[in-house]
C-alpha cells in the first residue's frame, strides 16, 4: 500500500511569489489533514478534510492560505502570496474514516528568500 | 486552547539502556495519544498510541503508559539500540481528530 505522498520535496521561492503544494493521501482515506512546522517550533495543525469538505480550518494563518480537495481525493495547498513566515516543513496526513491513527507524509520543506 | 508539553528535549542514552519521554496536556477531552518516530528527511511515523480507556499499552520495546487524572502520558523505550535515534513527538487527539503536538525530544543512543 503507497504511503502519503507530497510534492515537491522542497520549494524555495521569492516573497510576492505563489507556491502550490500539493498531497496524495492514502487510497481510501476520506480524512485529510494538512499541518505545518516552522522552524524550533512544534507541529502545528491547519485543517481537515472529510472527503471534499473542509470539517475544520482552525489553524489556517490567514487568508494567504488556501487549501482545496475536489473530488475527495489529492489536496493542493496555496500560499499567495508568500511571506518570510511562511517557511517551515509542510506536513499532510490521512486517517480512515472516521478514525485515528494519521498517517503522515514526509513534508514540503518550503523556503521564502 | 489545547497545549501540549514535552520533556526532556534532548536525551542521550547509551546503546540497551533506557528511554522515557513525558509529556502533559491541558484538555479534559482529550482521548487519543500518539507517538511518533521522526528521521532525517522523513514525515512523522506512528510508532504507538493510546486511548483513554486504557492505563498501559506495549509493543516489543516500547510501551506508552497514561494517566487521564494527571493529565500525563509517557514513552519508554527500552534496549535502546542505534537506530532508535531520532526526534520522538507525543501528541493529543479528541473528537475533532486534529493533533496538537509536544515540541519533540531529539534522542541520541549512543554505542
Known amino acids: 500500500e503507497a504511503g502519503v505522498t507530497q510534492f515537491p520535496s522542497h520549494s524555495v521561492i521569492e516573497k510576492g511569489q505563489t507556491v502550490t503544494l500539493r498531497c496524495d493521501p492514502i487510497?481510501?482515506?476520506?480524512?485529510l489533514y494538512w499541518y505545518r512546522r516552522v522552524m524550533g517550533k512544534e507541529i502545528k495543525f491547519l485543517l481537515h478534510f472529510v472527503k471534499e469538505s473542509k470539517q475544520d480550518e482552525s489553524g489556517m494563518p490567514n487568508n494567504r492560505f488556501l487549501a482545496e480537495r475536489t473530488g475527495g481525493t489529492y489536496s493542493t495547498l496555496k500560499v499567495q502570496p508568500a511571506e518570510l513566515e511562511d517557511s517551515g516543513v509542510y506536513f499532510c496526513?490521512?486517517?480512515?474514516?472516521?478514525?485515528?491513527?494519521?498517517?503522515f507524509g514526509d513534508g514540503t520543506r518550503l523556503s521564502i528568500l | 486552547g489545547e497545549n501540549v508539553e514535552q520533556h526532556p528535549s534532548t536525551l542521550s542514552v547509551q546503546e540497551g539502556d533506557s528511554a522515557v519521554i513525558k509529556c502533559t496536556y491541558s484538555d479534559s477531552a482529550s482521548n487519543y495519544f500518539p507517538w511518533y518516530k521522526q528521521e532525517l528527511g522523513k514525515g512523522p511515523q506512528l510508532i504507538i498510541d493510546i486511548r483513554s480507556n486504557v492505563g498501559e499499552k506495549k509493543d516489543q520495546r516500547i510501551a506508552v503508559t497514561l494517566n487521564k487524572t494527571a493529565k500525563h502520558f509517557s514513552l519508554h523505550i527500552t534496549e535502546t539500540q542505534p537506530e532508535d535515534s531520532a526526534v520522538y513527538f507525543c501528541?493529543?487527539?479528541?473528537?475533532?481528530?486534529?493533533?496538537?503536538f509536544g515540541k519533540g525530544t531529539l534522542l541520541t543512543v549512543n554505542p
Open positions: 496526513a490521512s486517517s480512515q474514516p472516521g478514525a485515528q491513527p494519521q498517517h
Open positions: 501528541a493529543e487527539g479528541g473528537s475533532n481528530y486534529k493533533l496538537t
Open positions: 487510497s481510501g482515506h476520506d480524512n
